[in-house]
């Protein structure tokens, strides 16, 4: 049973990994998501079946249109590999080594958002409002469902806890870029990180999105270390954040309960 559902997971990762691939050009572009069918960006050809595999359409073609050899992004194999990944360990993790059933159905979309948000940030710093409302929508869905089988109780007797975690993870990062602006003179993160932290808040909980922007924070420090030591950056230059809290909250979804004790370790709380 193990088997064959984790080859599921892997293959429909792959699936939406290509649909994940359409929204990363098209949302940025302001393009319709429905129309036109898939078509090479050079030479307008209609793609067809056998072109759209996801994964093996890639390496077959070996990254170039069949119809005018034009090289295709090794981002189209990356975000199809990267999905169909996390979905495996998305459902291994939370389907056959725990059973959180409700997990899977709340971390698999949240995570195919998370991989366009990483990928459209890096090249072209926005992060499309509609992605970021998705994650709050559907977080809110799922802790639905909780209070609906009484597993979770309202905050002060009517509050949706997914509600109140995204609305405190929004705050914070307003609170953030207005110290980061006073102390720096700079923005430090725009009004796109603020809705993602949003959607941070309702999925992943406010206790587990604050270890993933805490994580983001540091990994993005050290990125920013490296590029500035290799001098491909110069102090004070913008860098997407995004990115790192898509990473952040990616690490946070595995790794919440490890982290939270090693850093009470290091804290001196243990
Ligand atoms: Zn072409």
């Given at each position: 049973m193990e088997i064959p559902l984790l080859v599921g997971a892997f293959i429909g990762g792959a699936v939406v990994g290509s649909f994940l691939n359409m929204l990363i050009w098209r949302l940025p572009r302001d393009e319709s998501i429905l129309f036109p069918p898939s078509h090479c960006p050079?030479?307008?050809a209609r793609l067809h079946t056998l072109d759209l595999i996801p994964i093996l359409s890639y390496i077959f073609l070996r990254g170039r249109c069949r119809y005018c050899g034009e090289k295709i992004e090794p981002r189209y194999l990356i975000v199809e590999l990267?999905?169909?990944?996390?979905?495996?360990?998305?459902?291994?993790?939370f389907l056959i080594y725990d059973y959180e059933p409700l997990l899977v159905l709340l971390y698999l979309p949240f995570t195919f958002a998370l991989i366009a948000v990483f990928f459209i940030d890096l090249q072209h710093y926005i992060i499309p409002d509609e992605l970021s409302l998705f994650t709050i929508g559907w977080g809110v869905a799922v802790d639905g469902i909780r209070i609906w089988r009484g597993e979770?109780?309202?905050i002060a007797g009517f509050i949706p806890p997914a509600i109140l975690s995204a609305l405190a993870m929004g705050v914070l990062i307003i609170l953030?870029?207005?110290l980061g602006r006073k102390m720096f003179k700079k923005e430090s993160m725009g009004g796109g990180d603020v809705m993602l932290g949003g959607g941070?808040?309702?999925?992943?909980g406010w206790q587990n999105a604050l270890v993933a922007f805490f994580l983001a924070v540091l990994i993005g420090a050290l990125w920013g270390v490296i590029l500035i030591v290799k001098r491909k950056k110069?102090?004070?230059?913008?860098i997407a954040f995004g990115p790192?809290?898509?990473i952040g909250s990616i690490g946070a979804i595995f790794f919440a309960p490890q982290l939270i004790d090693l850093y009470l370790t290091f804290a001196g709380f243990k």
């Open positions: 050079k030479c307008n990267a999905s169909s990944l996390l979905a495996l360990l998305i459902v291994y993790k979770q109780p309202l953030i870029n207005l941070m808040g309702a999925c992943l110069k102090w004070g230059t913008y790192f809290l898509v």
